[in-house]
């Protein structure tokens, strides 16, 4: 049996398929393309798998005056962190996690009116093997919704409401994080705003937001996935939780169990700033595992720059040489699809 890397890279478009199954109706005869008996030796480099309780990412306050130096250091040496008094109304979060039982409980007839392209990110989609279902979106999901509620155009409406009110608090909470990291980076306060700007293009980038739905498995969590190891391509995500099941990789400790904190948000590094960091900052590694208890829902927000810019290392300062050569978020995403965990060391300038 294949690698996760070498089939991705066969396939890159798999992890969209759409694998129809009543997840309700399964018991203890978990059909084969959900049991998970893939190994993955090297993938990532991950060579312990422990999973660890005892300590977690840090938890940073968005208040507190120190709050650039807190984050410097999370992004340093965790590559992934928590943060409250992010500003997202308390409402608008409790609206989204309503919206997202509401769909993910429907009849699978009614959610395969919206049934993404096979190398398409929105919509409803399944992965392949995974223990889980998603539906993804950039910016109004109206065209998805009035397919799976065509007669009813107030649920439509306040599902497209819910969803476009959390996009617009994740724009706001990922500028201000950006300007964070940018300044964590070298970058003075007073050159943040233009340096953000040319790097955006001075546009709002549309930026991809996706429900995920985690049901709970029959049989012992060995035997399922929810998602393999992966990190992500953008600068960073930001994730909001309705339970645990998130671990993150740290070398020399494992897999490191995330809690669940209530109203506060998870935020990984992605390989855009990876790069845009020469390095200092790793993208995290991380996976969903399911539960034999509970059902969970997360909602990542992935945050990065229009598809055309080119994102190259922040040198200020530094006195050091590019490890990795520019490159556009479109290019990168063909990268990875083509080199899976392999896409960061496809770039690097070998000196």
């Not at 030796?41 to 650039?68: C, F, K």
């Amino acid at each position: 049996m294949p690698s996760i890397r070498e089939a991705f890279a066969a396939t890159p478009s798999e992890g969209n398929r759409v694998l129809a199954i009543d997840f309700d109706s399964v018991n203890d005869d978990v059909p084969d393309t959900h049991t998970w008996l893939i190994t993955n030796p090297g993938v990532y480099n991950i060579t312990d798998e422990r999973i660890i309780a005892s300590t977690t990412i840090p938890v940073i306050d968005l208040n507190n005056p120190n709050v650039v130096k807190d984050l410097d250091y999370a992004c340093e040496n965790w590559y992934a962190y928590q943060v409250i008094n992010h500003g997202v109304p308390r409402d608008v979060i409790k609206n989204l996690e309503l919206h997202c039982n509401r769909l993910f409980t429907l009849e699978m007839k009614k959610k395969l009116r919206a049934a993404r392209a096979a190398n398409g990110i929105t919509g409803y989609g399944s992965a392949h093997i995974s223990w889980f279902e998603c539906f993804g979106m950039i910016g109004s999901p109206a065209e998805y919704c009035k397919k799976i509620w065509p007669d009813q155009e107030d649920q439509c409406s306040e599902f497209c409401d819910a969803m476009e009110e959390y996009q617009k608090e994740m724009h706001k909470l990922c500028a201000k994080l950006m300007k964070m990291v940018i300044n964590s980076l070298g970058i003075q306060s007073d050159d943040t705003d233009g340096f953000i700007g040319n790097l955006m293009k001075n546009t709002s980038p549309q930026n991809l937001l996706q429900l995920n739905s985690y049901p709970v498995f029959p049989e012992p969590s060995s035997k399922a996935m929810g998602l393999d190891a992966h990190a992500d391509s953008s600068f960073f995500t930001v994730l909001h939780q309705t339970r645990p099941g998130l671990q993150i990789y740290k070398d020399g400790l494992g897999w490191v169990e995330v809690p669940h904190i209530e109203n506060a948000l998870v935020i990984f590094m992605g390989d855009l700033t990876t790069i845009l960091s020469n390095g200092r900052y790793q993208s995290s590694i991380h996976r969903a595992v399911v539960s034999q208890i509970y059902h969970r829902y997360s909602v990542p927000f992935f945050y990065g720059p229009p598809g055309d810019v080119e994102i190259s290392p922040i040198l200020e300062s530094t006195g050091k040489s590019p490890m990795y050569r520019s490159v556009t978020w479109h290019e990168f995403h063909l990268i990875k699809a083509k080199y899976f965990d392999k896409a960061l060391e496809s770039i690097r300038i070998v000196s």
